[in-house]
C-alpha cells in the first residue's frame, strides 16, 4: 500500500462516483453527515461498532513521566483521552491479500 492518505473530497469522489445522481457538494454533506455520526457516538457511548469495517473505542491514557532527551529534564504527561481504532476480521483479511494486478503463480520464488 502506499503512503497517500484518502482525503475527505476523495472519498466523496468515491461516493458520488458509486452513486451518479449525487453532486460533488452532496456527497460532501453526506460524507460530513458519516463522520458526524461517528463523532456523536464516540461522545455519546466512547463506541462505534461498524459491522466489516471496525470498532472505534475512546480510551484513557494514564497520567505518566517522561524523561527530556536532551536535558534529561522530568515531564508529567497529563492524563487524556484518544481514539483507538480496531479492524474487524473482514477489514484484516482483506488487508493481508496482496494487492496485485493479474495472475499470481504459485511456482514463482519470491524473493
Known amino acids: 500500500?502506499?503512503?497517500k492518505a484518502l482525503t475527505k473530497e476523495e472519498l466523496a469522489k468515491s461516493l458520488r462516483d458509486a452513486h451518479g445522481g449525487l453532486s460533488l457538494r452532496?456527497?460532501?454533506?453526506q460524507v460530513d453527515a458519516i463522520?458526524?455520526?461517528i463523532q456523536d457516538g464516540l461522545l455519546a457511548?466512547?463506541?462505534v461498532k461498524i459491522r466489516g469495517f471496525g470498532t472505534f473505542d475512546v480510551m484513557r491514557r494514564k497520567r505518566r513521566m517522561t524523561r527530556?532527551?536532551?536535558t534529561g529534564e522530568a515531564t508529567e504527561i497529563p492524563e487524556?483521552?484518544?481514539v483507538?481504532?480496531?479492524q474487524s476480521k473482514d477489514l484484516f483479511s482483506r488487508s493481508r491479500r496482496p494487492h496485485i494486478s493479474g495472475v499470481i503463480d504459485l511456482d514463482e520464488d519470491v524473493p
Open 35 to 37: 463522520l458526524d455520526a
Open 45 to 47: 457511548d466512547g463506541k
Open 68 to 70: 527530556h532527551p536532551r
Open 80 to 82: 487524556s483521552l484518544t
Open 84 to 86: 483507538r481504532f480496531r
Open 1 to 3: 500500500m502506499g503512503t
Open 26 to 29: 452532496e456527497s460532501l454533506e
